[in-house]
């Protein structure tokens, strides 16, 4: 392609509309001039080049490279892309891909460089995604250890069955003892030819009740060659493939057990020491005595015995303020929602929370806090723009989260009045605990509902 004799202000804009960066250095390799095209690269200073050498741009590794291409050059090699990068400051490499042309004039040279951030940001991605992926299949291959030690090691015999073409896809030691003679392997098998056939109908219904029901069935059956009955329950699960039967069997008298009482407390137990949603419980007092393992997240702690015995109010932002209102609400109707304030933590910063109540009827009284951590959503919400709320939505939610003196300042009076009506509200028309969210003194509160005429002159005359 002939171009012609192009003047040079046509040379630079041509060069500066292909290419990132393009660098005009002297025979010594030090920049002369620099054209950047990018604006992200015009922020990283890399203007800043001018009167420096080049090679003192780069990182140590990448000096070789351009020790290379300033040695070669030649129009008649053709250009070669060398990959390089710019030490940047503050541990950030940037890296840029380069070619290297001699001018001519004087033993100039050009640099042109091609931005490689963004394909430097997808190998990153693609080497976390790697990572990601071994860890997941390193977790799925110590699942599956588990899962086979579980399943040979157990007592009981264990069949897994398909739910569609009813064959048997594993089975353990347990059950192969079933069989007579250990060349007849269960895997592979009908599940019902497993069994002598004036029992295979049983089997076959036990299947399908299961299925439809979604509960352990059992049944009585004789398995081929055996000389006594056994007790035979299947279960369903489902897989990607389809429906499953995990079938157990057992030698006839030993029949599973539902889960009694004690069990079935257990398992609650269990359920409540690992919910996504903290918990504690405390005395009458509001002294902790005990909290679950989401809680102790929340607050920092590394264990129960941080939090066993301390007052739940010491945790509190607003400590007795809210705990006298959710007292106060537990004791008229022994349940509180979705009250919001916030945590104290052991790092000193705080977090939104919103806490859920109930007295317990037990022997002594108790109390069992169910605290949800909202910070994420708070976060979502709208922002406050110069300190001031966007809205009269906005500032009913900020009531009760900080004191009045921070919301209102200067504002008006329609907005003053909304927070002290807030107030009220949230403490079910307790004035001196609103007072005290407020962050004024109960005379204060009182001027300021007369101003607004939320009460008459006697009761402020009353307090003083």
């Given at each position: 392609?002939?171009l012609?004799?192009?003047?040079?202000?046509?040379?630079?804009?041509?060069?500066?509309?292909?290419?990132?960066?393009?660098?005009i250095?002297?025979?010594?390799?030090?920049?002369?001039?620099?054209s950047?095209?990018?604006?992200?690269l015009?922020?990283?200073?890399?203007?800043?080049?001018?009167?420096?050498?080049?090679?003192?741009?780069?990182?140590?590794?990448?000096?070789?490279?351009?020790?290379?291409?300033?040695?070669?050059?030649?129009?008649?090699?053709g250009?070669?892309?060398?990959?390089?990068?710019?030490d940047?400051?503050?541990?950030?490499?940037?890296?840029?891909?380069?070619?290297?042309?001699?001018?001519?004039?004087?033993?100039?040279?050009?640099?042109?460089?091609?931005?490689?951030?963004?394909?430097?940001?997808?190998?990153?991605?693609?080497?976390?995604?790697?990572?990601?992926?071994?860890?997941?299949y390193?977790?799925?291959?110590?699942?599956?250890?588990?899962?086979?030690?579980?399943?040979?090691?157990?007592?009981?015999?264990?069949?897994?069955?398909?739910?569609?073409?009813?064959?048997?896809?594993?089975?353990?030691?347990?059950?192969?003892?079933?069989?007579?003679?250990?060349n007849?392997?269960?895997?592979?098998?009908d599940?019902?030819?497993?069994?002598?056939?004036?029992?295979?109908?049983?089997?076959?219904?036990?299947?399908?009740?299961?299925?439809?029901?979604?509960?352990?069935?059992?049944?009585?059956?004789?398995?081929?060659?055996?000389?006594?009955?056994?007790?035979?329950?299947?279960?369903?699960?489902?897989?990607?493939?389809?429906?499953?039967?995990?079938?157990?069997?057992?030698?006839?008298?030993?029949?599973?057990?539902?889960?009694?009482?004690?069990?079935?407390?257990?398992?609650?137990?269990?359920?409540?020491?690992?919910?996504?949603?903290?918990?504690?419980?405390?005395?009458?007092?509001?002294?902790?005595k005990?909290?679950?393992?989401?809680?102790?997240?929340?607050?920092?702690?590394?264990?129960?015995?941080?939090?066993?015995?301390?007052?739940?109010?010491?945790w509190?932002?607003?400590?007795?303020?809210?705990?006298?209102?959710?007292l106060?609400?537990l004791?008229?109707?022994?349940?509180?929602?979705?009250?919001?304030?916030?945590?104290?933590?052991m790092?000193g910063?705080?977090?939104?929370?919103?806490?859920?109540?109930?007295?317990?009827?037990?022997?002594?009284?108790?109390?069992?806090?169910?605290?949800?951590?909202?910070?994420r959503?708070?976060?979502?919400?709208?922002?406050?723009?110069?300190?001031?709320?966007s809205?009269?939505?906005?500032?009913?939610?900020?009531?009760?989260?900080?004191?009045?003196?921070?919301?209102?300042?200067?504002t008006?009076?329609?907005?003053?009045?909304?927070?002290?009506?807030?107030?009220?509200?949230?403490?079910?028309?307790?004035?001196?605990?609103?007072?005290?969210?407020?962050?004024?003194?109960?005379?204060?509160?009182?001027?300021?509902?007369?101003?607004f005429?939320?009460?008459?002159?006697?009761?402020?005359?009353?307090?003083?």
């Amino acid at each position: 392609m002939k171009l012609g004799n192009l003047p040079g202000d046509a040379f630079e804009r041509l060069v500066s509309g292909a290419f990132d960066i393009a660098l005009i250095l002297d025979k010594e390799g030090v920049v002369e001039s620099i054209s950047v095209r990018k604006t992200e690269l015009v922020a990283l200073g890399c203007q800043a080049w001018v009167g420096r050498s080049w090679l003192s741009t780069v990182t140590s590794e990448s000096r070789v490279k351009v020790l290379e291409m300033l040695a070669s050059g030649d129009a008649e090699e053709g250009l070669r892309w060398r990959h390089v990068n710019h030490d940047m400051g503050k541990g950030a490499d940037l890296p840029m891909q380069y070619a290297v042309l001699k001018l001519g004039e004087a033993g100039r040279i050009l640099v042109l460089g091609r931005d490689m951030e963004a394909i430097a940001i997808l190998q990153r991605r693609l080497i976390e995604t790697q990572q990601s992926i071994e860890r997941d299949y390193l977790r799925l291959r110590h699942i599956e250890t588990k899962y086979r030690i579980l399943f040979e090691t157990g007592n009981e015999a264990v069949l897994l069955v398909d739910g569609l073409s009813f064959r048997v896809l594993d089975a353990n030691s347990s059950a192969q003892v079933f069989v007579k003679g250990s060349n007849k392997k269960l895997v592979g098998r009908d599940i019902t030819e497993c069994f002598e056939p004036a029992y295979r109908d049983e089997i076959q219904s036990l299947l399908r009740m299961a299925h439809a029901t979604g509960r352990i069935e059992m049944c009585r059956a004789r398995f081929v060659g055996a000389s006594g009955d056994c007790t035979v329950s299947a279960s369903v699960f489902r897989q990607e493939s389809g429906p499953h039967f995990l079938m157990r069997l057992l030698p006839h008298g030993m029949v599973a057990k539902p889960t009694s009482a004690a069990d079935q407390q257990l398992l609650f137990s269990e359920a409540l020491e690992h919910s996504p949603d903290g918990f504690v419980l405390t005395d009458r007092a509001g002294v902790i005595k005990s909290a679950n393992e989401e809680l102790m997240t929340m607050l920092g702690a590394t264990a129960l015995s941080q939090l066993y015995g301390q007052p739940l109010e010491n945790w509190l932002v607003r400590g007795g303020v809210d705990w006298g209102v959710l007292l106060t609400n537990l004791r008229s109707q022994t349940v509180v929602k979705d009250f919001a304030t916030e945590l104290r933590v052991m790092a000193g910063s705080s977090i939104a929370v919103e806490i859920s109540a109930l007295t317990l009827n037990t022997d002594q009284a108790y109390y069992a806090f169910y605290i949800r951590d909202v910070e994420r959503i708070r976060v979502k919400e709208a922002p406050i723009v110069n300190g001031m709320v966007s809205s009269v939505a906005e500032l009913s939610k900020l009531v009760g989260r900080m004191p009045m003196r921070d919301i209102v300042g200067e504002t008006v009076d329609m907005i003053e009045k909304m927070c002290i009506q807030s107030a009220l509200e949230l403490t079910r028309n307790n004035r001196a605990s609103a007072a005290e969210m407020l962050g004024l003194s109960r005379q204060s509160l009182y001027v300021k509902l007369r101003r607004f005429e939320m009460v008459s002159d006697m009761e402020v005359s009353s307090i003083h």
